[in-house]
């Protein structure tokens, strides 16, 4: 494990939004340069070499803001250099996550691909198979409208090899409405009363929570926040690589129990498992679910859904007294990275320059800016974010530190010995000590010696 022992002590610094202008970043002169291979012929005869660059990207949702946005700035980008044709490839996480793996394994990487930070994505700079875009973050100001310190989780070796679309925390949404409906009048302050909720609600005939549990990361998110606070604090996974805790340690077990109570109430929907992200969140956002747990960058999704006006947002709460709720999960974002075999990389860089300088410009006209991992210039308030964005905003304030996802913390055999363990609470209940034994094989078996 190479710097992750410091994450808890930068993760207030780094998840601070800044509001401050970020001058460049949405600087319509950011033109791209010009393509490799013209002619050096007059302009008048000169013709650009015809270039089609491959946008792998997590945001196949037509109903999600960023979209729209995505498109906007690829068809402002083509516009200005009708050359190039940038071909989406459009996948919901899990999907992508899969097919890079056999890209990677066959050195096909596309053009532009998503990854997440630190260890998820030390695998693949080990392989040599990003390009380093040290160049390309020194262009246009562009390295200097990202918030201090997030570039850090996407370095090696004092290279970036990627660029983040967020910096975000999780936190728990809910329906006014529905809490209404049920005659709950209080937003839970412990995970216990949130367990009471969850019964309250279902019995009267309301989803309590939603879940994408098809994607199994989702639930392995919300449950490391339960370890978060069984565990008192941060820093439970790197004492197990420290070797001062196993994951028979009463704070890995506590949280399995957890949330397993919370699960066997009735919390999640029928068949959770057989939910993808998006169809999970979309119960959320069509007014089917009274809550949904997720990172703050669902924020914009919600907005612009059915359910707008009727959300609130609260901080995770305690668990058997343990925690402090201002310490959250916290997730730099998913990032773009470039192949380094890139037929085109010139190219690519120039388009993913454009396109990191024009995002949180896009983002904050689609509503979508809530943490963006780059400073935004604008009013969030007069510009018509809601007053559950603003609350948002408003606990990213509070943030005293925290965890990182385990499969952004963890090498990615014994992150999926993880991932199917706790997936499988979903379907059966498991006693806490077999989960915990489950955990440490992975763990030994995958751990480097």
Known sequence: ?????????????????????????????????????????????AKAENITITFQNIYPDPTDPKNGMLKKIVADYQAKNPNIKIELDSLNTDQQKLKLKTQAASKEVPDITIVNPAAQMQPFVDAGLFAPLNDMVEQNGLKDTFQSGIL??????????????????????????????????????????????????????????????????????????????????????????????????????????????????????????????????????????????????????????SVNGKVGVFQFPTVKGKGNPDEFMLAPGSAFAISANSKHLKETKDFLNFFMLNYPKEAFKVKGAVGVGQKVDGDFK??????MAMDVLGLFKKVKGGDLAF??????????????????????????????????TAYDTNKKK
């Open 1 to 45: 494990m190479k710097k992750y022992k410091a994450l808890q002590v930068i993760g207030a610094s780094v998840l601070a939004i800044s509001l401050t202008a970020c001058g460049s970043n949405g600087d319509s002169k950011s033109t791209a340069s010009p393509a490799a291979g013209a002619s050096t012929a007059p302009a008048a005869t």
């Open 152 to 305: 850090d989780f996407y370095s090696f070796n004092k290279n970036i090899y990627a660029l983040p679309d967020g910096n975000n925390i999780g936190v728990i949404y809910y329906n006014k409405d529905l809490f209404k409906q049920a005659g709950i009048a209080d937003i839970p302050k412990t995970f216990e009363e949130m367990v009471e909720d969850v019964k309250i609600l279902k019995s009267k005939g309301i989803q309590p929570m939603a879940i994408g549990e098809k994607d199994s990361w989702t639930g392995s998110f919300l449950f490391m926040n339960v370890l978060l606070r069984t565990n008192g604090g941060p820093g439970f996974l790197q004492a197990v690589v420290d070797g001062k805790k196993t994951f028979a340690d009463p704070a890995f077990t506590d949280a399995v129990s957890s949330f397993e109570d919370l699960i066997q109430a009735g919390a999640f929907q029928e068949g959770a498992t057989s939910f993808d992200y998006n169809a999970g969140e979309n119960l959320f956002k069509t007014g089917k679910a009274a809550m949904y747990y997720m990172g703050s960058w669902a924020t914009g999704g919600i907005e612009t859904s």
């Open 382 to 387: 007069a510009a018509g974010y809601s007053d």
């Open 407 to 440: 499969d952004n913390t963890m090498n990615p055999g014994t992150a999926q010995g993880h991932l199917t363990s706790i997936q499988n609470l979903f379907v059966q209940k498991v006693d806490p000590a077999t989960v915990a034994k489950e955990h440490q």
